[in-house]
């Protein structure tokens, strides 16, 4: 039994209560007439202006009115939902199957521990490559591997979420994600140096090396000190599994079916062959926003293409190993991963409204605003100031999770700043990428923090519940070994003078 106290209710109470205080701590501040000034360089001029970022009162009546009128549309237009929903389906048709069975017996059956955990961290440290959608792939499937090798799938979510996190700031490739903060860093550059120039690949040597670090140190830490905690899960005695000729027939027919589905996606991701690339915006310049902008047809479409190769595997495995006898068995099979998923809307829809109360009163972005002009006041140098943007970059991801909204204000500050003390733009930018990938994973004003406990809740024992305190707890250990590992990687880069990618150093 949970204890009564605040700390251990339910997490949808917990939710709810701390929306309540976001609401009333945005009336007093208003009251108090908290505000910051912010920086702002223009794309075109590169000169500096400033406008005053001030906290809403959501008890005003604009504020309420707000609030009852978008509660709803917030809801519905909450990205984790539609996407969780769409690639459960694909889950579905392959679990029910056999085939997500099938495969992971395959994979576990003679594979150490620690190496079905290392693989699952790796996938999820680099998940980073297609954005903010790998949550909704990686943390449902890590729970499945984790209980078809029969170990408790809490886990594998645990262990995926930690990576997904983490590796948010480490894209030894370049990103969406980056190719819009790096924007930012060269506008503020410019502002100095108008002749500044910053290249994709400036980091690559140094995202690359903690990529490896982080990947081993969150495997570590997942099999010595989450595993044991973890551990007291009930999972019923099995004989030894068995793969049976239709089941081998089945992954066959998965494997050939999957394989020609995704030749056909990789052909039109390609630019430049014979009726390749249709799936691109030709618009862009950069190979990665011809992938990931907003208007691609691949950006767009990813969850789709990603559950329509869900579904083409289960279908065939099931039409090969026979588990699937007709139309009325494939499509039971398609709702097989939504039973039970009211649970899961409640999460979403008390998160959705935390982040949406949160975001309109403007305190995450007067928060950040307030850290940074500590860069203009405290006039550090070398070391300090190196400490300063990653401590910073820690504090401010927890009430701004979003990068670009975050550098958007941090930037025309420190960037400058950094530049007038003999650092580079890229190092700047590098340091913010890894201070934020620390506390990512412990900030409920994250939407995919949100899918995180609901699939815990979702994977726990039958009458209990995870608690919001438990979540972030599991989350604390790789929060604080992180913190070490990319502050010393920073510091020995720094000292040691190594180059942080092509084209790129620490220093002017």
Do not use: C
Request: aromatic share 12%; glycine share 8%; net charge positive.
């Amino acid at each position: 039994m949970k204890k009564n106290s605040f700390l251990n209710l339910h997490p949808v109470v917990n939710i709810l209560i701390i929306t309540l205080v976001v609401g009333l701590l945005s009336l007093i501040l208003h009251f108090l007439d908290v505000s910051q000034i912010v920086y702002n360089v223009d794309h075109t001029t590169f000169e500096f202006s400033t406008k005053l970022l001030s906290v809403t009162n959501l008890f005003s009546y604009q504020g309420l009115r707000d609030i009852f009128s978008t509660t709803v549309s917030n809801f519905v237009g909450f990205t984790p939902l539609s996407s969780l929903i769409i690639i459960l389906l694909g889950f579905g048709l392959m679990e029910k199957s056999g085939f997500l069975k099938t495969s992971f017996t395959l994979l576990t059956k003679k594979m150490k521990k620690n190496t079905v955990t290392f693989i699952i961290v790796f996938l999820s440290v680099v998940g980073s490559l297609i954005g903010d959608l790998s949550y909704i792939i990686m943390l449902p499937l890590s729970g499945l591997l984790f209980k078809y090798g029969k170990r408790n799938p809490l886990i594998g979510i645990v262990a995926s979420f930690a990576g997904l996190t983490i590796g948010s700031g480490i894209s030894a490739i370049f990103t969406a994600t980056d190719s819009s903060l790096l924007s930012y860093s060269l506008q503020a550059a410019r502002a100095i140096d108008i002749n500044y120039r910053m290249a994709s690949i400036s980091g690559v040597f140094i995202m690359f090396v903690a990529l490896i670090l982080i990947t081993i140190l969150v495997t570590a830490i997942t099999e010595r000190v989450v595993a044991p905690r973890l551990s007291k899960y009930e999972i019923k005695d099995e004989e030894e599994e068995k793969i049976t000729r239709k089941e081998i027939r089945g992954m066959l027919f998965a494997g050939f079916a999957g394989l020609i589905y995704f030749l056909i996606i990789l052909w039109n991701i390609i630019p430049g062959l014979p009726l390749s690339g249709r799936l691109l915006d030709h618009s862009q310049v950069l190979y990665v926003d011809k992938l990931f902008s907003l208007d691609s047809f691949f950006s767009q479409g990813f969850i789709f293409i990603v559950t329509m190769f869900f579904v083409i595997l289960g279908f065939f495995y099931g039409l090969g190993a026979r588990t699937i006898k007709g139309s009325k068995d494939a499509v039971s099979a398609l709702g097989y991963s939504l039973d039970g998923i009211g649970n899961t809307l409640v999460f979403i829809f008390v998160g959705s409204l935390l982040i949406s109360v949160f975001r309109k009163t403007g305190i995450g972005e007067v928060i950040v605003a307030s850290l940074t002009s500590l860069f203009r006041t405290l006039n550090f140098t070398g070391f300090p100031l190196i400490i300063l943007l990653f401590i910073v970059s820690v504090i401010a991801t927890i009430f701004v999770p979003t990068s670009v909204s975050k550098w958007a204000i941090m930037s025309p500050v420190v960037v400058p700043v950094f530049m007038q003390a003999g650092l580079s733009p890229e190092y700047a930018q590098i340091i913010f990428r890894f201070g934020e990938s620390v506390t990512m994973g412990i900030t409920p004003f994250m939407a995919y923090f949100i899918i995180y406990l609901a699939l815990l809740n979702k994977n726990a024992k039958d009458g209990e519940y995870v608690t919001l305190k438990e979540a972030i707890k599991y989350q604390l250990p790789y929060v604080f070994a992180a913190f070490a590992i990319l502050l010393i990687i920073l510091l020995v880069w720094f000292v040691v003078g190594l180059p942080l990618g092509i084209n790129g150093s620490t220093t002017l």
